[in-house]
């Protein structure tokens, strides 16, 4: 049974930094994409940055230059950096993932693929 499990989350200013964590486990694919989601209530989920396997990466352009999505294949861990955060990027964040290569099959438009593997959230919350 795959699992995800975030972790990192928290209330900062703006202008501060915070990393989150998605822990992995049961994944048995050969194969992933791993995406990082936002959602604030009352709006649509957003896709914020992914990376597959071979470590592609994406982002939505709102957050390119300040968030930096990684991998540590041996902990089976993806992190997302988050860098000069803005009131505007709070939000309840989700791990994702799949074994579509979302990001070589679509590029910048992987946040239409369907992911299959959901985390439960870590709240982030940026106070101006």
């Known amino acids: 049974q795959v699992q995800l499990v975030e972790s990192g989350g928290g209330s900062v200013k703006a202008g501060g930094s915070l990393r989150l964590s998605c822990a992995a486990s049961?994944?048995?694919?050969?194969?992933?994409?791993m995406g990082w989601f936002r959602q604030v209530p009352g709006k649509e989920r957003e896709g914020v940055a992914a990376i597959d396997d071979d470590g592609s990466t994406n982002y939505v352009d709102s957050v390119k230059g300040r968030f930096t999505i990684s991998q540590d294949n041996a902990k089976n861990i993806v992190y997302l950096q988050m860098n000069s955060l803005k009131p505007e990027d709070t939000a309840m964040y989700y791990c994702a993932a799949d074994p579509f290569r979302a990001i070589q099959a679509l590029g910048a438009h992987w946040v239409l693929a369907v992911f299959g593997y959901w985390g439960q959230g870590t709240q982030v919350t940026v106070s101006s």
């Open positions: 049961g994944y048995t694919y050969s194969s992933y994409c």
